[in-house]
């Protein structure tokens, strides 16, 4: 996988060091740049009154900033930071197309009662979104790309065998059917999936890769396989195809990071 420029989100909570430390050990396999940035939450323009704690909030914050990037420089990595203030989604999709990064990594923290951060940027960034969940310690051996034969999917499929090939690891392809019928069309629809996953290593001159096709619950079943496989990242597209029209698979990856026993990375 050839990376040139990486955008790393943080945000001075306890993993931090953890979250960068993936983004250094991608970047050292890559040869990637790396780009922090951290985002001062404000839903809102602040009021003329609130500017000058802001002023004093930003630089505090560029203080930590600049300890980090020593952290990151004294590995060989080159890197440079910024601290930003704004809606964070929107300033998220600002910086992307400022920028325009080969990949974006954040990490990740649930909420009962809202989105993450994490998943309303699945919804609306334009690049591909790396996502660190993992509390193990940085390393790419084990792979499930989840596919459905929709772009994305076959998008991800190119990345997790790049991912595979560049870091020596095992690779499972795992397409779920949703079907629910007679076994003999199970059967059928088994057999036509696997003449397509086929077909789709051949065109990638790939051999040595572990194919599941399951019948399931999309979601769960990915899950259930990553932790039985003991998957180190997940590589699943942020949209594709469903059997009830207009509902887009994007559902089903949001679930999916919820629940991963791992990093997911998004591909668009």
């Given at each position: 996988?050839?990376?040139?420029?990486?955008?790393?989100?943080?945000?001075?909570?306890?993993?931090?060091?953890?979250?960068?430390?993936?983004?250094?050990?991608?970047?050292?396999?890559?040869?990637?740049?790396?780009?922090?940035?951290?985002?001062?939450?404000?839903?809102?323009?602040?009021?003329?009154?609130?500017?000058?704690?802001?002023?004093?909030?930003?630089?505090?914050?560029?203080?930590?900033m600049n300890v980090l990037m020593e952290y990151i420089k004294e590995q060989g990595i080159a890197v440079d930071g910024e601290v930003l203030s704004g809606h964070i989604v929107e300033t998220f999709i600002r910086e992307t197309e400022r920028w325009m990064p080969d990949?974006?990594?954040?990490?990740?923290?649930?909420?009962?009662?809202?989105?993450?951060?994490?998943?309303?940027?699945?919804?609306?960034?334009?690049?591909?979104?790396?996502?660190?969940?993992?509390?193990?310690?940085?390393?790419?051996?084990?792979?499930?790309?989840?596919?459905?034969?929709?772009?994305?999917?076959?998008?991800?499929?190119?990345?997790?065998?790049?991912?595979?090939?560049?870091?020596?690891?095992?690779?499972?392809?795992?397409?779920?059917?949703?079907?629910?019928?007679?076994?003999?069309?199970?059967?059928?629809?088994?057999?036509?999936?696997?003449?397509?996953?086929?077909?789709?290593?051949?065109?990638?001159?790939?051999?040595?890769?572990?194919?599941?096709?399951?019948?399931?619950?999309?979601?769960?079943?990915?899950?259930?396989?990553?932790?039985?496989?003991?998957?180190?990242?997940?590589?699943?597209?942020?949209?594709?195809?469903?059997?009830?029209?207009?509902?887009?698979?994007?559902?089903?990856?949001?679930?999916?990071?919820?629940?991963?026993?791992?990093?997911?990375?998004?591909?668009?």
């Amino acid at each position: 996988m050839l990376l040139s420029y990486i955008l790393l989100g943080i945000d001075f909570k306890d993993e931090t060091y953890h979250i960068i430390d993936h983004a250094v050990h991608l970047s050292k396999k890559t040869k990637a740049r790396l780009r922090i940035i951290h985002i001062i939450d404000y839903f809102m323009t602040p009021p003329m009154y609130i500017e000058p704690y802001l002023k004093i909030e930003k630089q505090n914050a560029m203080t930590k900033m600049n300890v980090l990037m020593e952290y990151i420089k004294e590995q060989g990595i080159a890197v440079d930071g910024e601290v930003l203030s704004g809606h964070i989604v929107e300033t998220f999709i600002r910086e992307t197309e400022r920028w325009m990064p080969d990949v974006v990594m954040i990490g990740y923290k649930s909420h009962a009662l809202r989105a993450s951060t994490s998943e309303r940027l699945i919804r609306t960034l334009k690049r591909p979104l790396f996502i660190i969940k993992t509390r193990k310690e940085p390393s790419i051996s084990s792979i499930l790309c989840p596919i459905d034969f929709s772009t994305t999917s076959e998008n991800a499929l190119k990345t997790a065998i790049a991912i595979k090939k560049q870091y020596q690891g095992r690779l499972f392809i795992l397409h779920v059917i949703q079907t629910i019928g007679e076994r003999e069309v199970v059967e059928r629809i088994k057999k036509d999936v696997e003449q397509r996953v086929d077909g789709i290593l051949i065109d990638q001159q790939i051999n040595d890769i572990q194919r599941l096709i399951i019948t399931g619950i999309p979601h769960e079943v990915i899950v259930e396989i990553a932790k039985k496989k003991g998957c180190d990242l997940i590589v699943i597209g942020s949209k594709g195809h469903s059997i009830i029209k207009n509902i887009l698979i994007g559902s089903t990856t949001e679930a999916v990071l919820r629940s991963a026993p791992c990093n997911v990375f998004i591909i668009r």
